[in-house]
């Protein structure tokens, strides 16, 4: 049986929602769901997890695109098959995990996942991804797929895992850093509490399509989605428009989501801004926001090598100066951020100082600061 | 076969250690002209530095309001293969495990009705079948829902597909079952998921412990996070073996491999409320001052874990920055037991989004919509009783809206009675 266009209702099947998820368990899991006692980095990528019942679970993180054909997945699913009896799963990171209920079958899977190569040279499964190291970069769709970016994603991803690869492999780190990209403000990636997030944004206001405005956009929802109520209706040559009032915009794009006749995308405005220090997790200190720490960079296809030495840099001074245990965030909360400019030489502009809404709330109300 | 495009920009990301997209994509575009051609308008942007998507348009399957999203291409003239280049989400089975068998259907139908490319996985947790023609989008449905037992997830002002972190499957510290909880949620609001009648988006993520591996405090409108009302399990033997450099700290996160563990330092110096103390012989945990905030249960696995009282803390309003800027969750239900049918949690649900569907401005976030009419208003709404643990300190302006309810005698005033006793 196939779809009718003649009869699109015939047969059909809807709100079924997804699959259930248990008869994608491996037998270990679905005999042991719930009775986990105590986990293990047995070495960079390989964990074990070990049941009240004395049974293991051996796990193998390798790094995935998120950005995957169906080759790549038939060849995840070949590994899976020969070595995990036809069960695998992701992560949350876009990492892929291959598990055994025996260490025996261990070596060899590992051995299987780092002799595979692409053509043009790159691992096609690096082993990693846990502990105090970096793991798998979130990240969103870049100029791959989306209609709103500052940036590319994938790209950008690749060339910064490229340079922080030997953290992935790796636990040197004083705790985990989580790095997340996003193309433009919509933040489709919630970059923003992120050890270190890379952020695409524009610095050129919309231009408007006057002869456009009408045929495309409703007016009304296009003022409505300035967050500073910078846009006003007009009237050019007796056609209804907008007008923005360029000083108020800080370029967040969503008067673009409304209204297709206001582009901002500029190959000279657009380009990548750097935050750290925000969290999700709630060990030690609480979740927090991401900070800025660079406000511009320019786009550099294809490496993108200014964007890479600024994070090689911030994530090598967190190794040297931060203790066991701190995170980026908390690093920087103990040593200051006067010492944080210091030691990472990056430079302290007037765009670190907040002066949008609540901006006061950042500003420093003590005599307490560092020389 | 030849490629159609130059693409010496992009052969730069061939390089490194890191997986290529792009030879990923290259392989396959040998035998799919789509994939050749998005290589081409790639490339494009990496000379332009631009992107060259256009707006979405209006498509979709029928009786559907969201889990496709429109793209076209603004150069077809260029690269005739993307004109076209929709995207369907594929709500994804709760925490991401599959069968082979699954995958390569799924591989099957996208290779023949799509591009062949895929995100695994968006965002928000569903498979991404990433770019395929308008006529394909009801084949494609139909085959999944009849082939391959799935169906769309959520996009634009719709519930979003639920996700969550792997909880009870494979890790020892989820509080509550994840899996069960989203799987649940996303079969009851299955015509919220699919059908938009919301503001704008409305996400649940739900974490098994506070480690929160989904992000779900800064992700999510609705945010469950497993937690535990008793006290940590200690195995005080434990405890002493990883004093003695016995056990590998924090389940060997540092590649250290078995190592003495100082106590004092890395565990009670670090705990948030100092709430353990380490004698050299035994450790004692203050539950009464615990925050639960996971640090000396991440350090010590082997020795310490969640108490046996477990449920969940219901935080709602988070969010990125469009529009009115970023906004992490905040306390509404401090605990709440998580167990089927969830009966309570769905009547808290449905006053929620009743508030909200009623309030709520066009494209306006719960936690925005809370931030403009206040957490009381919100609190009245769901029927919740203010608790200290909904913030981090009381106010401190004196700026009280006061309720004329809860003024003796309202806010009518016997102006005439005033001025009796007071001359003007």
């Known amino acids: 049986m196939a779809f009718d266009p003649n009869e699109p209702m015939k047969d059909r099947i809807t709100d079924i929602g997804p699959p259930h998820y248990e008869q994608f368990f491996p037998p270990v899991i679905k005999e042991n769901y719930g009775k986990w006692k105590y986990h293990e980095i047995l070495e960079p990528g390989v964990l074990v997890h070990v049941s009240e019942t004395g049974a293991e679970v051996y796990t193998v993180r390798v790094g995935g695109c998120r950005l995957m054909s169906v080759d790549i997945i038939r060849e995840i699913c070949e590994l899976a098959d020969k070595h995990c009896d036809g069960y695998v799963r992701w992560t949350t990171r876009n990492n892929v995990e291959f598990m055994v209920d025996d260490k025996a079958k261990l070596q060899p899977m590992i051995d299987d996942l780092r002799s595979r190569k692409f053509d043009g040279g790159s691992n096609k499964f690096p082993i990693g991804g846990t502990g105090a190291g970096i793991t798998n970069i979130v990240h969103t769709q870049g100029w791959l797929h989306c209609h709103t970016p500052a940036i590319d994603a994938s790209g950008i991803v690749k060339s910064v895992l490229d340079e922080l690869y030997d953290d992935f492999v790796g636990m040197r780190l004083p705790a985990q850093v989580r790095i997340a990209l996003a193309c433009c403000l919509n933040m489709c990636g919630a970059v923003h509490c992120s050890d270190i997030a890379i952020l695409g944004v524009h610095r050129k206001p919309p231009f408007i399509e006057h002869d456009r405005v009408s045929k495309v956009c409703e007016i009304p929802l296009a003022i409505a989605a300035c967050p500073t109520a910078a846009i006003k209706p007009t009237k050019v040559d007796d056609m209804k428009s907008l007008a923005v009032k360029n000083e108020r915009c800080m370029f967040c794009g969503n008067c673009y989501t409304m209204c297709p006749a206001m582009p901002l995308a500029n190959a000279e405005g657009d380009g990548i801004a750097l935050w750290v220090g925000g969290k999700v997790s709630n060990a030690r200190s609480v979740p927090a926001f991401s900070k800025l720490a660079v406000p511009y960079i320019p786009n550099e296809p294809p490496r993108w090598p200014t964007t890479v030495q600024t994070i090689k840099k911030i994530v090598e001074v967190y190794a040297s100066d931060a203790n066991r245990y701190e995170r980026v965030g908390e690093w920087i909360d103990r040593i200051g951020w006067e010492r944080f400019f210091e030691k990472t030489e990056l430079e302290f502009r007037h765009e670190h100082i907040d002066d949008y809404r609540l901006a006061m709330t950042t500003w420093r109300t003590t005599t307490q600061f560092k020389w | ?424």
């Open chain 2, 1 to 424: 076969m030849a490629l159609k495009h130059k693409t010496p920009l992009l052969d730069e990301l061939e390089k490194g250690p890191w997986p290529s997209f792009v030879s990923d994509i290259k392989q396959i575009a040998e035998r799919k002209p789509m994939c050749d051609d998005l290589l081409g308008v790639m490339e494009q942007s990496y000379v332009d530095k631009e992107g060259h998507w256009k707006h979405g348009g209006i498509v979709g399957v029928l009786g559907y309001g969201g889990g496709v999203i429109g793209r076209y291409c603004d150069r077809p003239d260029l690269f005739p293969n993307v004109a076209h280049f929709h995207t369907m989400r594929v709500n994804q089975p709760s925490s991401k495990f599959y069968n082979t068998d699954i995958l390569r259907r799924i591989c099957e139908l996208w290779e023949r009705r799509g591009s062949g490319l895929t995100n695994m996985h968006g965002s928000t947790g569903d498979i991404i079948l990433l770019g395929t023609t308008t006529d394909e989008l009801e084949q494609v449905f139909y085959e999944l829902t009849h082939n391959l037992d799935m169906d769309l997830g959520g996009s634009g002002s719709n519930l979003r597909t639920p996700s969550c972190c792997l909880g009870k499957a494979r890790c020892e510290w989820s509080c509550i079952d994840t899996q069960a909880i989203t799987t649940d949620l996303t079969n009851e609001y299955q015509d919220e998921l699919h059908r938009p009648a919301f503001p704008y988006k409305f996400k649940f993520k739900t974490s098994g412990c506070p480690n929160d591996c989904v992000a779900a405090i800064a992700r999510a409108d609705c945010s469950i996070i497993g937690t535990w009302r008793d006290q940590i399990r200690i195995d005080q033997e434990a405890v002493k073996a990883y004093a003695a450099g016995e056990l590998a700290p924090n389940g060997n996160a540092h590649g250290t491999g078995p190592a003495v563990l100082d106590i004092q330092k890395e565990v009670c110096d670090l705990c948030p409320t100092r709430c353990i103390d380490w004698d050299g012989k035994n450790l004692k945990i203050w539950d009464e001052n615990c925050t639960r905030c996971m640090h000396c249960i991440n350090v010590m696995p082997r020795a310490l874990r969640p108490g046996t009282d477990t449920g969940a803390t219901i935080l709602c309003g988070a969010k990125a920055p469009i529009l009115e800027g970023a906004q992490l969750s905040s306390v509404i239900i401090p605990f709440i037991k998580m167990e089927e049918p969830y009966e309570e949690f769905k009547d808290f649900v449905d006053k929620m989004w009743d508030w909200w569907m009623e309030n709520g401005k066009n494209r306006e976030r719960l936690g925005e919509q809370i931030q403009r009419m206040g957490l009381r208003e919100f609190l009245k709404a769901v029927e919740l009783e203010p608790d200290p643990r909904m913030i981090n300190t009381p106010r401190y302006n004196p700026y009280i809206f006061y309720d004329p309810a809860d003024v003796p005698g309202g806010w009518e005033i016997d102006a005439k009675a005033y001025r009796e006793k007071h001359q003007a």
